[in-house]
């Protein structure tokens, strides 16, 4: 039975309320067969998710072997236990979780300073976030925040008052709050998109990782959870060429549905907000990997808008499922889509 981090860094994080954690306390593993949450026993039952549990054990003892303040880095990962926990048996939530805590621990350990530019920590390219900020005085600096929400976007310039290990914005509608912790930057959103000078679903709020330049996101089907293991991957690149990435271009926004007729599948609908006009698909994975899809593309010179569908499994190739006859049907009210059947 695989060894895992997840229920050692559970159960050294209770034992740290109450006793000086050893160094390697965190980083000792536990057998899985000891796993009791709903989050311990999905990430047990899942290979890749268990696989990213393994990394993150490793990233976690490398950075609390560099740590300057342990006891604090110690402190931010029982939190980060606490979200993780929260998403019970939802394997997008829990691999999320996972590959955000990857992304940030190599930088946890950084020299916080205001002054600096700042990007947001997201498994997303549709979720993205800079920030740059100059310190103009002791109790006073300058920022200038972006980010994205699916295809729309927004920005905002203004000056903070420093109180301490916070920094406070306000103006009429909207008001952000930067918060400096555990090497992190977090930034807290209060006010609607609009006042905050962004477009629809866009959000400041997140936490930052002092880095100059974009991180490097690793997007595909299994870290939406879309397909479960590595070989469903293969066979979802394989099926859909060049479309892989016209169907993970297809979604910001994700919605489970129910297929009557495949009650086995899990169904998600997903669309790109702001653009959902030509980004958008749906797609079902059979428990034994069947896939099925179909998408929005554009093309020819005159942008054309077609339905594109696909299937890897024969009996299906020339028909639509329920649910996705359901999705054309409602694209095509008002006018007319062409659907190609995929081979």
Known sequence: ?????????????????????APTALAAGLACAKAATASEKAI????????LDSRLASAWTTALAQSREPKA????????????????????????????????????????????TWQRVSTSPYFAGELFIR????????????????????ALQGEARIQGKEAHYAVEGCSLVFRARDGLLEVDQEGESYACGAGSGVNYSGRYVASKGE???????????????????????????????????????????HSAELPDAQVTQMWLRGVANTNAAIFLRGPQGQLWT????????????????????PEWKHSLPDVVQAWYEERTKGKRLALDMMP
Request: glycine share 8%; net charge negative.
């Open 135 to 154: 310190r103009l005085a002791q109790d006073r600096l300058d920022f200038e925040i972006s980010g994205m929400g699916g295809a729309n976007s927004g």
């Open 215 to 257: 991180l490097k996101l690793h997007y595909d089907l299994l870290g939406t959870a879309l397909v479960h293991t590595e070989e469903e991957d293969r066979q979802a690149r394989l099926l859909l060429g060049a479309d892989y990435q016209t169907l993970l271009d297809s979604g910001s926004v994700f919605i489970e549905q």
């Open 44 to 51: 047990c039952a899942d290979p890749y998710t268990l696989q």
């Open 1 to 21: 039975m695989p060894r895992s981090s997840f229920t050692s860094l559970r159960a050294a994080g209770l034992l740290c309320l109450a006793l000086a954690c």
């Open 73 to 116: 880095l110690r402190r931010a990962q029982r939190q980060w236990l606490q979200e993780r926990d929260g998403c019970q048996a939802n394997l997008a939530c829990l691999r999320g979780t996972y590959q955000s805590r990857l992304l940030e621990l190599p930088f946890v350990n950084v020299p916080f300073a205001w002054q600096g």
């Open 294 to 313: 179909a998408m929005l593309v554009v093309q020819g010179p005159a942008d054309e808008v077609r339905v594109r569908y696909y299937s890897n499994v």
